[in-house]
């Protein structure tokens, strides 16, 4: 069972759409994550968020930590062909202070 | 700029064989971990290394075993090889020892026959 729970599994959409993926769990979070992966390399490191309500900008991608630190969402505006990627949220808990993954949300963006 | 260097980055095994996974990170870190990929089940932590010469275990750790060689290397062993090990592994590491702001190697596809 995984501690982070991430949906859709799947995404495609086309380029100049926008999209929202979803974190979600259970237990509270100090701190969350937003990673992307590309075919063949590891995670990069988008966002942190450590604030219940925060929300982060980054160009044209929007992170948001829920009220309860429980979940967050990402969302792409208009995206492009480069956002086509694995996105993976990460969170640490009190209880135990290393990173756990969700098993992300593979994001396919057309021409 | 190398960051975190993982070899091989392609490997395949016979059951019951044995190999080594080399890491090295160049952004003097204090802490490294080793992950593995399956689909549909995100990344888990085998072990990791808060300090160096100091290794604990993860979600993960039987059928491995791991060596932190200095405050740079840090090395993956499998001592006997199972299908089940069949992953793509992930070094990776940060400054403090809370797990955040990780970075992360390129990664190794093993296969166990």
């Known amino acids: 069972t995984q501690l982070l729970e991430q949906s859709p599994q799947f995404l495609s959409i086309q380029e100049g759409e926008n999209l929202t993926v979803y974190c979600n769990s259970s237990s509270v979070f100090s701190s969350l994550q937003w990673y992307r992966q590309e075919p063949g390399e590891g995670p990069v490191l988008l966002v942190t968020?450590?604030?219940?309500?925060e929300v982060k900008k980054l160009k044209r991608l929007t992170f948001q930590f829920g009220d309860a630190r429980k979940d967050s969402s990402l969302h792409i505006t208009a995206a492009q062909t480069g956002d086509t990627g694995l996105y993976l949220c990460?969170?640490?808990?009190?209880?135990?202070?290393?990173?756990?993954f969700g098993a992300g949300t593979q994001v396919v963006v057309t021409p | 700029n190398a960051g975190v260097t993982q070899t091989p980055k392609f490997q395949v095994l016979k059951t019951g064989q044995s190999m080594t996974l080399q890491c090295a990170q160049d952004?003097?870190?204090?802490?490294m971990y080793w992950y593995r990929q399956d689909p549909g089940m995100g990344l888990r932590l085998i072990y990791y290394s808060a300090s160096e010469g100091t290794t604990d275990k993860g979600e993960v750790p039987n059928g491995y075993n791991v060596s932190r060689l200095n405050k740079r290397e840090f090395s993956l062993r499998l001592e006997s090889a199972a299908p089940s090990q069949t992953s793509v592994y992930f070094c990776?590491?940060?400054?403090?020892?809370?797990?955040?702001?990780?970075?992360f190697g390129s990664g190794t596809q093993l296969s166990v026959l």
């Open positions: 968020v450590v604030t219940g309500g």
């Open positions: 990776a590491s940060s400054l403090d020892r809370g797990g955040e702001k990780l970075f």
């Open positions: 952004m003097n870190h204090n802490s």
């Open positions: 990460a969170g640490t808990t009190d209880s135990w202070g290393k990173l756990q």
